[in-house]
């Protein structure tokens, strides 16, 4: 019997084409974010609502994540963004290939921000790296303010939360006491911000928190 | 659920390994899985003995070691479990500190006999 150390990362093939990925953002300056929540949270509609503002001052293209159907893509080509859809045909997230492969669809020159709306998915999402500068949640107030406890990996990954739905404050049980005590204890560098994408309220501050973002080639700025 | 399209690397990595090391058999695969990672080892193991049909890894046993998410407090440097605490401390209430385990996901090694074991056996 004989016994061989390997010690070789199950994710490598991810993460190989991820660095290289990375490197090319890099090289082209483009900061990127990886869009992620449970279906129906309201990823499109909140790129639905910023993109117009983005767009008129950086040049945006998005790459939309589902397992079927080109509707999401078809919403955001309204708007006159380019966009790549991805139909991963049953797979629960986006991966690194995936990208690669929807970048061939994209023009990357002069391209400012890149933004990959990942399949509707809590938690497999999480595992997988993009090559984004940084991963966004969003999570609706419809869903429950236990969610970030029970679906933790993903609040500890990302550097920016959006609680969306907060027009349906009055209606719902969700305690902001308790999201942002548990939130916090997960991960107490998370930016947090609440919004509304049917009322269009703070917004503003999350398109704020994204140009510092691009600004600063992808860093955040906590000054 | 993604445990096959990580099985399917698992098994890439574990012939390739087994090939270069002139393994004709595989036996024992051994796995570390950090809990961020959130592999669920039972859909892993589902995954492998599907995909490994057939290859020099079929019939090997899986060893999954899963590691605690392990937070390092920033302060008092006290080590506690993310999954109880999330970042604060129970030692000194800090808020903050760093993950310092929890994110691994790798082979660790793998057993088996190699062609010369298995001709000296017979021979």
């Known amino acids: 019997m004989t016994q061989v150390k390997i010690e070789k990362s199950i994710l490598q093939a991810n993460e190989d084409i991820a660095r290289e990925l990375r490197s090319k953002f890099k090289d082209e300056n483009i900061t990127v974010i990886n869009l992620i929540s449970s279906p129906g949270a309201g990823k499109t509609t909140i790129l639905e609502k910023t993109l117009p503002e983005l767009s008129s001052k950086y040049k945006v293209a998005v790459i939309e994540g589902d397992v079927l159907t080109s509707r999401d893509a078809e919403r955001i080509a309204k708007l006159q963004v380019p966009v790549v859809q991805i139909e991963t045909k049953g797979a629960c997230h986006l991966d690194a290939k995936m990208i690669k492969k929807a970048l061939e669809e994209l023009d990357l020159e002069g391209l400012d921000l890149l933004i990959i709306e990942n399949v509707g998915n809590l938690v497999c999402p999480a595992t997988f790296d993009l090559a984004e500068d940084a991963k966004v949640v969003i999570l609706s107030v419809a869903e429950g303010s236990d969610k970030p406890a029970k679906y933790p990996t993903i609040f500890t990954r990302a550097k920016a939360c959006l609680l969306n739905k907060i027009d349906l404050l009055p209606y719902s049980n969700f305690s902001l006491e308790d999201y942002y005590r548990d939130v916090k204890q997960i991960n107490p560098k998370l930016q947090t911000f609440e919004v509304s994408a049917f009322t269009g309220e703070g917004l503003e501050t999350f398109v704020e928190w994204l140009e510092g973002l691009v600004a600063n080639g992808g860093q955040e700025n906590r000054n | ?123």
């Not at chain 2, 899986?62 to 440097?77: D, M, N, P």
């Open chain 2, 1 to 123: 659920m993604h445990e096959l399209a990580l099985a399917q690397s698992l098994v890439e990595i574990v012939c390739e390994a087994a090939q270069a090391n002139n393994f004709c058999k595989v036996t024992t695969i051994a796995v570390v899985s950090g809990e961020l990672v959130g592999v669920v080892p039972d859909a892993l193991e589902f995954g492998f003995e599907v995909l490994s049909q057939d290859t020099l890894a079929q019939g090997a046993k899986l060893e999954i070691r899963q590691l605690a998410a392990t937070i390092k407090c920033s302060s008092c440097g006290f080590e506690y479990p993310w999954q109880t605490y999330g970042y604060l401390c129970p030692q000194c209430s800090k808020l903050g500190g760093e993950m310092i385990q929890g994110n691994e996901f790798y082979v660790d090694y793998i057993e088996g006999e190699t062609k010369e074991e298995k001709e000296n056996d017979s021979g």
